[in-house]
Nanobody, 133 residues
Protein backbone atom coordinates (compact mmCIF):
# COMPACT_ATOMS: atom_id res chain seq x y z
CA UNK A 1 0.00 0.00 0.00
CA UNK A 2 1.46 3.33 -1.07
CA UNK A 3 1.52 6.09 1.51
CA UNK A 4 2.70 9.69 1.30
CA UNK A 5 2.68 11.42 4.66
CA UNK A 6 3.34 15.14 4.93
CA UNK A 7 4.57 16.82 8.09
CA UNK A 8 6.04 20.13 9.19
CA UNK A 9 3.11 22.44 8.58
CA UNK A 10 1.99 24.97 11.15
CA UNK A 11 1.30 28.61 11.88
CA UNK A 12 4.00 31.22 11.41
CA UNK A 13 4.24 34.95 11.05
CA UNK A 14 5.13 36.56 7.75
CA UNK A 15 8.86 36.39 7.18
CA UNK A 16 9.17 33.12 9.05
CA UNK A 17 10.27 29.71 7.85
CA UNK A 18 8.98 26.16 7.78
CA UNK A 19 10.34 22.88 6.49
CA UNK A 20 7.89 20.37 5.09
CA UNK A 21 8.67 16.68 4.80
CA UNK A 22 6.94 13.96 2.82
CA UNK A 23 7.77 10.46 3.95
CA UNK A 24 6.81 7.73 1.50
CA UNK A 25 6.32 4.00 1.74
CA UNK A 26 5.08 1.24 -0.52
CA UNK A 27 6.72 2.61 -3.65
CA UNK A 28 10.18 2.65 -5.17
CA UNK A 29 10.90 6.27 -4.35
CA UNK A 30 13.69 6.82 -6.86
CA UNK A 31 11.35 5.78 -9.70
CA UNK A 32 9.04 8.71 -9.05
CA UNK A 33 8.95 12.36 -9.96
CA UNK A 34 7.99 14.18 -6.77
CA UNK A 35 6.40 17.49 -6.06
CA UNK A 36 4.65 19.87 -3.71
CA UNK A 37 1.27 21.33 -4.53
CA UNK A 38 -0.81 23.69 -2.48
CA UNK A 39 -4.43 24.68 -2.27
CA UNK A 40 -5.47 27.99 -0.79
CA UNK A 41 -9.00 28.49 0.50
CA UNK A 42 -11.38 28.97 -2.40
CA UNK A 43 -8.70 28.30 -5.01
CA UNK A 44 -7.64 25.39 -7.15
CA UNK A 45 -4.68 23.25 -6.27
CA UNK A 46 -1.46 24.46 -7.91
CA UNK A 47 2.02 23.07 -8.38
CA UNK A 48 4.53 24.87 -6.17
CA UNK A 49 7.74 22.96 -6.70
CA UNK A 50 8.63 19.66 -8.35
CA UNK A 51 11.77 17.62 -8.85
CA UNK A 52 12.94 14.80 -11.09
CA UNK A 53 13.61 11.30 -9.89
CA UNK A 54 17.39 11.76 -9.80
CA UNK A 55 17.12 15.01 -7.88
CA UNK A 56 17.80 17.25 -10.85
CA UNK A 57 15.58 19.63 -12.74
CA UNK A 58 13.96 21.37 -9.80
CA UNK A 59 11.05 23.57 -10.84
CA UNK A 60 9.53 26.44 -8.88
CA UNK A 61 6.40 28.43 -9.44
CA UNK A 62 7.22 32.11 -9.99
CA UNK A 63 5.51 33.02 -6.72
CA UNK A 64 8.00 31.01 -4.65
CA UNK A 65 11.25 31.36 -6.59
CA UNK A 66 14.11 32.45 -4.39
CA UNK A 67 12.20 31.61 -1.21
CA UNK A 68 11.48 27.87 -1.42
CA UNK A 69 13.90 25.00 -1.96
CA UNK A 70 12.85 21.48 -2.88
CA UNK A 71 15.06 18.48 -2.24
CA UNK A 72 14.80 14.74 -1.99
CA UNK A 73 16.71 12.05 -0.16
CA UNK A 74 16.31 8.85 -2.12
CA UNK A 75 18.03 6.85 0.62
CA UNK A 76 15.36 7.96 3.09
CA UNK A 77 12.43 7.89 0.65
CA UNK A 78 11.65 11.44 1.69
CA UNK A 79 10.86 14.70 -0.08
CA UNK A 80 11.45 18.11 1.51
CA UNK A 81 10.38 21.69 0.98
CA UNK A 82 12.30 24.43 2.75
CA UNK A 83 10.15 27.56 2.86
CA UNK A 84 11.70 30.89 3.84
CA UNK A 85 10.41 34.45 3.97
CA UNK A 86 6.87 33.17 4.08
CA UNK A 87 4.08 35.45 2.97
CA UNK A 88 0.37 35.45 3.78
CA UNK A 89 -0.35 34.29 0.24
CA UNK A 90 1.58 31.08 0.97
CA UNK A 91 -1.24 30.03 3.28
CA UNK A 92 -2.89 26.79 2.25
CA UNK A 93 -2.82 23.05 2.47
CA UNK A 94 0.37 21.58 1.02
CA UNK A 95 0.20 18.21 -0.69
CA UNK A 96 2.95 15.84 -1.64
CA UNK A 97 2.62 14.20 -5.07
CA UNK A 98 4.32 11.22 -6.67
CA UNK A 99 4.21 10.33 -10.37
CA UNK A 100 5.96 7.38 -11.98
CA UNK A 101 8.96 8.31 -14.15
CA UNK A 102 7.96 6.18 -17.16
CA UNK A 103 5.87 8.91 -18.83
CA UNK A 104 8.62 11.52 -18.55
CA UNK A 105 11.32 12.26 -21.12
CA UNK A 106 14.08 12.93 -18.60
CA UNK A 107 14.56 13.61 -14.92
CA UNK A 108 15.98 17.03 -15.67
CA UNK A 109 12.82 18.09 -17.51
CA UNK A 110 10.32 16.41 -15.23
CA UNK A 111 9.77 19.15 -12.67
CA UNK A 112 7.66 21.58 -14.70
CA UNK A 113 5.69 18.73 -16.24
CA UNK A 114 4.60 17.31 -12.91
CA UNK A 115 3.80 20.72 -11.49
CA UNK A 116 1.47 21.35 -14.41
CA UNK A 117 -0.53 18.20 -13.85
CA UNK A 118 -3.82 17.74 -12.04
CA UNK A 119 -3.83 13.94 -12.14
CA UNK A 120 -0.88 12.15 -10.62
CA UNK A 121 -0.32 8.62 -9.41
CA UNK A 122 -0.36 9.35 -5.69
CA UNK A 123 -1.28 12.19 -3.36
CA UNK A 124 -0.64 12.71 0.30
CA UNK A 125 -3.40 13.94 2.60
CA UNK A 126 -1.81 17.35 3.06
CA UNK A 127 -0.41 19.54 5.81
CA UNK A 128 -1.76 22.99 6.63
CA UNK A 129 0.44 26.06 6.48
CA UNK A 130 -0.92 29.30 7.89
CA UNK A 131 1.04 32.52 7.52
CA UNK A 132 -0.20 35.54 9.41
CA UNK A 133 0.79 39.08 8.52
Amino acid sequence: QVQLVESGGGSVQAGGSLRLSCTTSGLRFDDYVMGWFRQAPGKEREGVSCIGWTGGGAYYADSVKGRFTISRDNAKNTLYLEMNNLKSEDTGTYYCAADAYLSYVSSHRAGPVLCGKTNVDYWGKGTLVTVSS
